[in-house]
């Protein structure tokens, strides 16, 4: 089973500042790397897959990167509605696997 | 516009069964890889089960042999049949898809307890 470990736990930070979260395997994914933002009460939203490609819809400062075992969400100026938990989430191998969370909360 | 809506949870007692629906509109299960999540109070996110457009599927080995992902084409509806649940399965589950969980429900909460 391929485990997926997010840094840090929690990221504490005011809005509009840059928010950097990190995805590593371990053991290499290629790009078979999804991200996706849960708030509260709701169901996970898609926000980029394949590493680098944001979904539908999905703001433009909303970034990924990265391939094998490291990958990086960013998001360029945070806005209030960007507080929440954020998952990666691997397609590579059998079982699927998800990273452990994010949280992005606001300081 | 896609919206997928999972039915079919409830109070269940240890060693009882389910059967979950997800119902899409705007997408057809027969078309698309289909996924099962599920999401344990207060959890991460963990993978249950996949079926592809072909009808292979794939299971996590903490549900294999007791749960069942299916589809009735004619319906446009996917189904979890969970069987000989366990207090571990209480969860939200969620059903998904798209080739990378594009699309998903709101959920549906299946608490086992006696």
């Known amino acids: 089973e391929i485990v997926l470990t997010q840094s840090p736990a929690t990221l504490s930070l005011s809005p509009g500042e840059r928010a950097t979260l990190s995805c590593r395997a371990s053991?290499?994914?290629?790009?078979?790397l999804a991200w996706y933002q849960q708030k509260p009460g709701q169901a996970p939203r898609l926000l980029i897959y394949?590493?680098?490609n944001r979904a539908t819809a999905i703001p433009a400062r909303f970034s990924g990167s990265g391939s094998g075992t490291d990958f990086t969400l960013t998001i360029s100026s945070l806005e209030p509605e960007d507080f929440a938990v954020y998952y990666c989430?691997?397609?590579?191998?059998?079982?699927?696997?998800f990273g452990q969370g994010t949280k992005v909360e606001i300081k | 516009e896609v919206q997928l809506v999972e039915s079919g949870g409830g109070l269940i007692q240890p060693g009882g069964s389910l059967r979950l629906s997800c119902a899409p509109s705007g997408f057809t299960v027969s078309g698309n890889f289909m996924n099962w999540f599920r999401q344990a109070p207060g959890k991460g996110l963990e993978w249950v089960s996949v079926?592809?457009?072909?009808?292979?599927?794939h299971y996590a080995d903490s549900v294999r042999g007791r749960f069942t992902v299916s589809r009735d084409n004619s319906k446009n509806t996917l189904y979890l049949h969970v069987n000989n649940l366990r207090a571990e399965d209480t969860a939200v589950y969620y059903c998904?898809?798209?080739?990378?969980?594009?699309?998903w429900g709101q959920g549906t909460l299946v608490t086992v307890s006696s």
């Open positions: 998904a898809g798209g080739p990378n969980s594009d699309y």
């Open positions: 079926i592809y457009n072909d009808g292979s599927t």
């Open positions: 394949d590493a680098s």
């Open positions: 053991r290499s994914v290629s790009t078979y």
């Open positions: 989430h691997q397609r590579a191998n059998w079982p699927r696997t």
